[in-house]
């Protein structure tokens, strides 16, 4: 029976002795029936792929699959396991199943590697109709792991949604530490996204396929608008507020550093309203993390930004920022 199957490889305290005898009887055994039992739970998926049941227990027993492999072993199943994953997604989008796409999203995040960024492009929409529909369902965890998902696949596609959806963990979930810094690494890679979008646009305009030859701050302020990017200085805001919050969690300083340092090359108002109204929580992230590579790498190149394109917000402070490194 498939289900049973499943379960059983799903609980890790029932897999381990099965792998540990297959090791001591063979060379590579314990490998060899991973191998196996991912193959038939796989095949077992496409066969059975209406059951949101199964579509559970078998997305839950790959997870564990996936833990119980070595480095080689992970980089074996991650690609296949996690088109599996969105498989399972996609098919069971529409239905109000909680607990299957809580597993289906953990699932991707655990397994996720560079190598899975090609997959269906119906997963970014899956991803964010979870977060829009279920918000009130998802517990922390998940919408980390949500959050992760977005972070690997750095689509330009809804690009502005992407970003809400980190505003939204920094504006009310603030107590969730952690979360926080997921939700500030995710949009740091979605700032980078809106970044290429603004260099292609101006390559584009100057080189005569666009009807103005010009892409000044003004053009370049309208091109975002269009596409929802926040430009009121709420984001710059909401990451200046977590870091007051925090200011003794280093990885969180890193994450806030390095959107600070993502958001600045969007647009000159981005850069000066971190340069002039959050500099305080910037310098106070020197100051606790002086040896933190991530603070200092961020800061400095926030810093040279500043003196490249507007050095009339180049302050002594700022120039004192980088000798306290």
């Known amino acids: 029976d498939v289900l049973e199957f499943s379960a059983r490889v799903a609980k890790l305290e029932t897999l381990a002795p099965n792998l540990q005898q297959h090791e001591e009887e063979e060379v590579n055994g314990a490998n060899k029936m991973m191998t196996a039992y991912a193959a038939l739970l796989l095949d077992s ?3 059975y792929k209406d059951s949101s049941v199964l579509g559970l227990w078998i997305v839950e027993a790959l997870t564990t699959l996936f833990h119980a492999g070595g480095a080689d072993q992970q980089a074996e199943f991650s690609v296949p396991f996690f088109h599996a994953f ?14 299957l796409h809580m597993r289906v999203l953990q699932g991707l995040a655990e397994v996720a590697s560079p190598d899975c960024r090609l ?15 279920n ?6 965890l998940t919408t980390e792991h949500a959050l992760a998902v977005l972070c690997m696949l750095r689509s330009p596609n809804r690009v502005n949604e992407q970003l809400r959806h980190c505003l939204l963990v920094l504006r009310g979930l603030k107590s969730e530490e952690h ?8 949009a740091a890679e979605l700032y980078t996204v809106v970044d290429r979008l603004v260099a292609k646009e101006r390559q584009s305009r100057e080189q005569g396929n666009f009807y103005s030859s010009t892409f000044d701050d003004a053009a370049q302020s309208a091109f975002l608008a269009e596409r929802g990017i926040p430009q009121s200085g709420v984001d710059v805001r909401l990451v200046a507020t977590v870091m007051d919050l925090y200011p003794q969690n280093r990885k969180l300083a890193g994450a806030a550093t390095r959107t600070f340092a993502a958001m600045a090359k969007i647009t000159s108002k981005h850069l000066q309203d971190i340069i002039s109204g959050e500099i305080r929580p910037i310098s106070n992230a020197l100051h606790e993390h002086a040896r933190s590579r991530s603070v200092n790498l961020h800061i400095a190149e926030l810093i040279h930004l500043t003196a490249q394109t507007r050095p009339d917000l180049i302050s002594d402070g700022l120039i004192i920022m980088p000798c306290k490194s």
């Open 86 to 99: 969105v498989d399972v997604g996609l098919t069971f989008q529409s239905d109000d199943l909680p607990n």
């Open 119 to 133: 997959c269906d492009p119906g997963l970014l929409d899956y991803v964010l109709d979870q977060l829009d529909q």
């Open 179 to 186: 979360l926080c810094t997921r939700a500030m690494v995710t």
């Open 45 to 47: 998926l496409q066969q």
């Open 135 to 140: 918000r009130n369902k998802l517990n922390t």
